[in-house]
């Protein structure tokens, strides 16, 4: 039987890139890559993943334009409210991860209702939507809490590890990605997971992420199944 990751996450790069290359509106491209964050989380549920992650907007994108920011934050809330049911009949847990609290009151309402909603149940696949996330502002946060704890003495500086770091993460109930997927032809990680990505297969395409299909899935899941993970072991050669 073909190996398989448990968890995969992935960086949809290339909306605005895509709609440029099609003289169209940012907005449009964002819309398409709305689409294809729905055929991943079908094409990957169908498959049997059980943790499917989508980078869905970085800490730094709130730089990004007004105009833009603003109907990126019109198109999250529409695609939570259309999407939701959906994740409910197919048994999928809905998580966010970031800085949700930088976000308007109505779409923390919404996201905060979603979540509520898709944990209702014994989950098939857990996704996990990262906005207004970055692996910086994740370590950041994590390092306050702990400086706070030690302060309060809740923890002792020796007892400090990797795996109480770990919990401190905004990721705390969620395993590390076996697989990070990124589109559009760059290759970096782009303040994603920057801890979590310690021991993560990643596979880089040269496709805007509207472009993907399910082809490109399957090639990255079978690029997957070829490699030998050593987690840093010296196995030999």
């Known amino acids: 039987m073909k190996k398989l990751p448990n968890h995969v996450a992935i960086i949809m790069d290339g909306n605005s890139r895509w709609a440029q290359k099609k003289d169209l509106n940012k907005e449009k491209g964002h819309k398409a890559g709305v689409k294809k964050a729905r055929l991943a989380v079908e094409f990957f549920l169908e498959n049997g993943i059980r943790e499917l992650t989508l980078f869905a907007f970085s800490t730094e994108n709130w730089g990004r334009q007004k105009k833009e920011v603003n109907a990126l934050m019109k198109l999250f809330l529409e695609a939570i409210n259309e999407q939701t049911p959906d994740l ?84 705390s109930q969620i395993k590390d990605p076996d697989m990070i997927i990124r589109s559009g032809g760059e290759k970096r990680i782009s303040n994603f997971f920057l801890w979590q990505a310690a021991y993560s297969e990643i596979y880089f395409s040269d496709k805007l992420w509207p472009d993907f299909n399910e082809k490109d899935f399957k090639k990255a899941l079978n690029e997957f199944s070829t490699r030998k993970r050593k987690f840093g072991v010296k196995t030999g050669i």
């Open 88 to 171: 409910i009949k197919n048994k999928v847990k809905l998580n966010f991860i970031g800085e949700i609290s930088r976000f308007d009151k109505i779409l923390i309402k919404q996201i905060k209702k979603s979540q509520e909603n898709t944990s209702k149940y014994n989950s098939k696949m857990n996704l996990n939507i990262a906005i207004s996330y970055g692996g910086r502002w994740d370590l950041e946060q994590a390092l306050k809490k702990i400086i706070d704890d030690i302060l309060k003495e809740t923890i002792k500086i020796r007892n400090l590890n990797e795996d109480l770091i770990s919990n401190y993460l905004s990721t």
